[in-house]
């Protein structure tokens, strides 16, 4: 069963650092999150909760209505794969697999031995002998080929390449269309990812800011592209959160949702609508300026 | 997942780490122990005073090893830290055991191979097996404990409390080696108690050791490796 989240009021605190504020927050089962926010935002720390590598400090957190702390039911079907593999060095990627096989109930060695080949691992390389590129992929085939109902990624692509990382979106999506289950992706590479998520949530200095479907989160901001004059006059006393001109023609990038009205007379001036990219929406809204 | 698969997986893992250990200890020291015999009149019993020391140090490595490594290695594929600690623990006893009975049957070895090696040291036979696994057992045991408990108490805590928690938690394996350790010459000896009163407060304290190191690991957060 894909397990659905439920957070409460959750609170995580490292000593006088509060990282996670009394976050509330509803993950539906069977969708891929795009888990968004600055550096020190609270990602981890609230991954870290979902994965029962940390017990809440406050407020209450349900996986499939469970509690997942020293939860064995919600543990054996959870996976969390961190920037650093929780490996030991001295092992060979065969050992490191053949322990997770062992110990994880929907184990797929062929699709395991199939992402080996796709990122060039070889079975009997020692961890500590792995590129940061590499610990990154045998990340990620820990992370895909257990298979757990909850798949909690956290900014796993760190060191990879562009084909790697390519590689690694693909057969995400691939197996998760094969194998529905929640998949949660921690990520600073927003522009690369954003046709992966199917749901955007972001987190700031602890808080939620947004917590909604991909293409309603696009809605949020709009890109009026056209004569500059007709630009200028358009977006006056609106939220511009960047302009770009080539020659006479401008481009603003508009935070907030345009009426039918508005549509129409953008149209009439000659101006063409176009949505906005997560990462700029992502990036008015983290930065202190954002429009409450 | 069941202790019993934590203790089959660190059985599995442990394994040709605990046949070569093994394996040296037997091979290396028969053959000093050999040399030994030939070329001088032996005055002690190198593989009592050899093997039998370094067996409770290899111990309480795993003990640290338990925690600093595997706890994570084990939550990270869904295993939880009750499950951790308790297959952990059936591995310490058994790995214990199994030295134990090692120890005793590398001295009757020893003592075919070479006759008694000192007037002072008694010759090797069932009821002096029997002493040595009954000194063996409860000192390895208290040693396992001590590792996990001083590595529970930093891995938790970091140094400043790590550091006072180090007082509690190395206490079963000093008692068990000031009650039950070896002499100078490799032997078993009972000291301050008789045997039964040393056994009794040498596995008391190695209980509340683990007791200790259980409260501190059963919530404990899981790091992130140093490495990365």
Redesign the interface.
């Known amino acids: 069963m894909i397990p659905s989240v439920s957070v409460r009021d959750l609170t995580v605190r490292y000593s006088a650092t509060t990282a996670i504020d009394a976050l509330t927050l509803e993950l539906a089962p069977g969708r891929i999150y795009g888990l968004l926010g600055r550096n020190g935002s609270g990602k981890t720390s609230l991954l870290?909760v979902l994965a029962?590598?940390?017990?809440a400090d406050g407020g209450s957190v349900l996986v499939d209505g469970e509690d997942p702390?020293?939860?064995?039911r919600t543990?054996?079907?959870?996976?969390?794969i961190?920037?650093?593999?929780?490996?030991?060095?001295s092992d060979r990627i065969g050992r490191v697999l053949d322990?997770?096989a062992?110990?994880?109930p929907r184990w797929d060695a062929g699709y395991a031995a199939h992402l080996l080949d796709v990122f060039g691992l070889d079975r009997r390389t020692r961890v500590?002998a792995l590129s940061r590129g590499q610990?990154s992929s045998l990340g990620v085939v820990l992370g895909l080929a257990?298979r757990?109902s909850l798949t909690l990624l956290d900014e796993v692509y760190l060191g990879m390449d562009a084909a790697a990382r390519s590689a690694f979106y693909r057969e995400l999506l691939d197996d998760y269309l094969a194998h529905p289950r929640t998949i949660v992706l921690s990520t600073h590479l927003i522009q690369e990812v954003a046709d992966l998520f199917e749901e955007v949530v972001i987190i700031d200095r602890g808080r939620l800011v947004v917590s909604e479907d991909t293409d309603t989160f696009r809605s949020r901001g709009v890109a009026v592209t056209g004569p500059a004059e007709a630009v200028e006059t358009f977006v006056s006393g609106r939220t511009v959160l960047g302009t770009q001109s080539l020659g006479g023609v401008r481009q603003a990038t508009l935070y907030g949702e345009l009426g039918d009205e508005e549509e129409r007379r953008a149209e009439l001036a000659g101006l063409s609508l176009a949505p906005v990219g997560i990462q700029d929406l992502f990036v008015h809204l983290t930065s202190g300026e954002a429009v409450k | 997942?069941t202790s019993r698969?934590v203790l089959s997986?660190l059985l599995?893992?442990y394994r040709p780490i605990l046949l070569g250990f093994g394996a040296t200890l037997v091979v290396g020291l028969g053959l000093v122990d050999l040399a030994f015999g030939l070329l001088t009149e032996p005055g002690f019993s190198l593989w009592m005073f050899v093997a039998g020391s370094a067996v409770k140090y290899w111990l309480g490595v795993i003990g640290v090893m338990l925690v600093t490594?595997h706890l994570?290695?084990?939550?990270?594929?869904?295993?939880?830290?009750?499950?951790v600690v308790a297959g952990g623990a059936a591995f310490g006893v058994l790995v214990s055991v199994g030295v134990a009975v090692l120890i005793p049957l590398g001295h009757g070895l020893e003592d075919k191979a070479l006759g008694a090696v000192s007037a002072d040291y008694p010759a090797w036979s069932p009821p002096v097996a029997v002493g040595e696994f009954g000194h063996v057992l409860p000192v390895c045991l208290a040693f396992f404990v001590s590792g996990a408990a001083v590595a529970a108490g930093f891995y938790r805590f970091g140094a400043g409390i790590g550091l006072a928690l180090l007082v509690p938690a190395v206490l079963p394996g000093l008692l068990a080696e000031e009650l039950l350790g070896n002499g100078g010459s490799g032997e078993v000896l009972t000291r301050d108690l008789p045997y039964p009163g040393a056994l009794a407060v040498s596995l008391g304290v190695t209980v509340l050791g683990a007791l200790l190191c259980q409260r501190e690991m059963?919530?404990v957060?899981?790091r992130?490796?140093k490495?990365?």
């Open positions: 870290s029962a590598y940390r017990k702390f020293e939860n064995p543990m054996r079907d959870t996976v969390f961190r920037d650093t593999l929780d490996v030991a060095d322990f997770h062992r110990l994880r500590s610990r257990c757990a | 997942m698969t997986t599995r893992m490594l994570r290695q084990f939550v990270a594929a869904g295993v939880t830290r009750r499950t059963r919530d957060a899981i992130r490796a490495t990365g």
